[in-house]
């Protein structure tokens, strides 16, 4: 097994409070959102979170592009407990995971508003948020976890939706035979405005998608299955772990059958020489971001591909 020495791209305030999103964006940004207060919320992740909040929430917004702070914004959200943090246009996004519609609960469990903090539009984004990513050009994708797809919702029983930035469907996952419809969507890359990767359950596919059309699909080899996260650059993608060794990085080769062909595995370093456990990992384009303790670490593709000979 090769090795990948990483060193810190930013390191998070401490007095920020508790991260509660952590979302790479378009062009290379990365999105972090702190609770202010009291957290309020049940279990580790959207799939065990609470949809209302005790109390007001206030949220710290912020955004990192090469290391530098964007955005710092105080952002006050009376309703909802949020899970995902994007840009949309001029304005940001927020989203609870979880769109409950019994006891009264809004559908509305997506929040624009101006980067000073004004509620500008309520959206409603389905329940059993796993992904959210935005374009460049003010596209949402949501991708749901099983308890939103085999939920009461409607609009998240396809497994991943596109939207427009007022928050009108303008795609459904609908995949064709022979690939299995989608009941848990386990990782999802918006490489670019009009280019979205996923690998989803069942099956575990990895599926290409260029202008909303499915272009091409892979089976993954064994130690890739049940990643959350992938970093992609045209033939090659580097998956962060599976459901066996957490935190082995496999890079795989795309050819032309159908089949994705393992090319290296990796563990990570830090700066000190030490293993590397992220708490928290998300991918987006050709980069892994990994949260470890308060540091963020980026994770190149194209340095994995170097380092593997390829």
């Known amino acids: 097994m090769k090795t990948l020495q990483l060193w810190p791209i930013v390191t998070l305030d401490p007095g920020s409070g508790e991260l509660v999103a952590f979302d790479p964006g378009p062009q290379r940004t990365l999105y972090t959102l702190h609770t202010l207060g009291s957290p309020d919320h049940r279990g580790d992740g959207p799939a065990s979170s609470k949809h209302r909040p005790v109390a007001s929430r206030r949220y710290r917004a912020q955004a990192w592009l090469d290391g530098e702070c964007v955005l710092d914004a105080i952002i006050d959200d009376k309703h909802h407990n949020i899970h995902h943090l994007q840009p949309l246009g001029d304005d940001l996004l927020l989203a609870c995971a979880r769109s409950h519609q019994r006891g009264g609960y809004s559908r509305l469990n997506g929040r624009v508003y101006s980067r000073s903090g004004e509620l500008l539009r309520e959206l409603a984004l389905g329940d059993g948020i796993e992904h959210l990513q935005t374009t460049a050009r003010g596209e949402i994708w949501t991708g749901y976890f099983d308890e939103g797809v085999f939920g009461d919702d409607p609009i998240s029983t396809a497994g991943l939706v596109a939207w427009d930035a007022q928050g009108t469907s303008v795609f459904r996952y609908d995949p064709p035979a022979p690939l299995d419809s989608m009941a848990d969507c386990y990782a999802l890359n918006l490489a670019s405005h009009n280019e979205t990767w996923l690998c989803y359950y069942t099956g575990f596919p990895l599926v290409q998608l260029r202008d909303h059309r499915i272009v091409r699909s892979w089976t993954l ?33 795309l050819d032309d059958g159908p089949q994705a062909c393992a090319a290296a595995s990796f563990e990570l370093i830090d700066e000190d020489g030490e293993p590397l456990r992220a708490a928290r990992i998300a991918g987006r384009g050709d980069t892994l971001y990994l949260l470890s303790g308060r540091r963020i670490y980026a994770c190149d593709i194209h340095r994995a591909i170097s380092e593997s000979g390829r």
């Open 221 to 253: 080899p064994d130690p890739a299955i049940g990643s959350h996260a992938f970093a992609v650059h045209h033939r090659h993608v580097l998956f962060a772990g599976g459901y066996r060794h957490r935190d082995t990085y496999h890079l795989l080769s």
